[in-house]
């Protein structure tokens, strides 16, 4: 592998254990000021040094992260639909390959959306990506968002890490799913899974433990650590499993550990799921694939 690619990605998925912990804040891409993420700079300034990368678009870049941060940047260069437009499908590329250079980016980030009306034109545009970035040495990070028709089952999973795989992508974003195992047997690079909508903790701890031992690298998460009570305890914990080999009563353990003193008055609201509310304004629009949740 060339020495920059390697290097970039060495930097994302840590050559020590072959781990990654990603903290995603790149939601506003197309829903606009996520709840818990309508101040990104507060949200990311805490949580930055607990991430191995942050995945992000270059306007919250640009504007809430110091630039003498040494995380990486895993830059989403992907868009152009909302939650309430007609089809989140439809997606493009919007960040130019030099734009991207000037940030710094450690690797590039898109969607594909296999199964759904625009999916001939992501995976092309994923292609294209591939071959652009191919010229500078960065890696390309290939998100397999669901189509409204697919659920999230190994079947359908294994198939868009697949497709993303062999368009040339060196890491597959993917959703935690019923034999996960095989998702990841039959992808050729690197997969790591996304939290999805906030549920309670001790449930994303188990959805890193398992996505772990079925073989992905890691996960980049979002909704469940930064729309949980106590967003640092939370990614402590995960990093607990990712890189310290926590089990999930461990993990939950310093979860609540370092919870302490930093509850709100009532301290279970963090164990209810909070779904729907971050999709907001309009989530239940049925003609919508769902790339986050
Ligand atoms: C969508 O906006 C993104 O690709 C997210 O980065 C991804 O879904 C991970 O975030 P979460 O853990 O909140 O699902």
């Known amino acids: 592998m060339e020495w920059g690619l390697e290097n970039r990605i060495a930097s994302i998925i840590k050559p020590n ?10 939601h506003g891409y197309f829903l606009g000021p996520t709840e818990k993420l309508e101040n990104p700079k507060k949200v990311i300034a805490p949580l930055l040094k607990h991430c191995d990368s942050l995945m992000l678009t270059r306007g919250v870049q640009r504007t809430s992260v110091p630039a003498t941060t040494s995380t990486p940047m895993v830059l989403r260069v992907s868009g152009g639909s909302s939650i309430i437009g007609d089809d989140l499908s439809q997606e493009d590329i919007t960040v130019s390959i030099e734009d991207a250079i000037r940030l710094n980016a450690s690797a590039l ?13 992501t995976i092309v545009n994923l292609g294209k990506l591939v071959n652009e970035a191919a010229k500078y040495g960065l890696p390309v990070l290939a998100v ?15 198939l868009a890490c697949r497709v993303a795989a062999e368009q040339g992508a060196h890491i597959v974003k993917t959703y935690y799913c ?20 906030k549920i309670p903790e ?8 398992n996505a772990i031992k079925g073989g992905a690298v890691g996960v980049d998460m979002g909704r469940n650590i930064w729309q949980s009570d106590n967003p640092v ?15 999930v009563d461990q993990a939950f353990k310093l979860y609540k550990k370092l ?5 709100k008055p009532n301290q279970n609201k963090s164990n209810k799921p909070n779904q729907n509310k971050s999709n907001k304004p309009n989530q239940n629009k049925s003609n919508k694939p769902k790339s986050t949740s």
Request: with cysteine; hydrophobic share 40%; proline share 2%.
């Open 109 to 121: 980030a898109m969607s594909i959306f296999v199964g759904s009306k625009y999916e001939y034109q």
């Open 17 to 26: 254990n072959n781990r990654a912990l990603m903290l995603a804040v790149d």
């Open 259 to 263: 919870s302490i003193g930093n509850n």
């Open 233 to 247: 305890a939370m990614i402590k914990a995960v990093r607990s499993i990712v890189h310290g080999n926590s089990n």
């Open 144 to 158: 397999t968002a669901v189509g409204k028709e697919m659920g999230k089952d190994a079947r359908y999973l294994s």
């Open 178 to 197: 019923d034999n996960f195992e095989k998702v990841v047997q039959s992808c050729p690079v690197p997969i790591i899974v996304a939290g999805g909508k």
């Open 202 to 209: 001790r449930d994303a701890l188990q959805l890193t433990y």
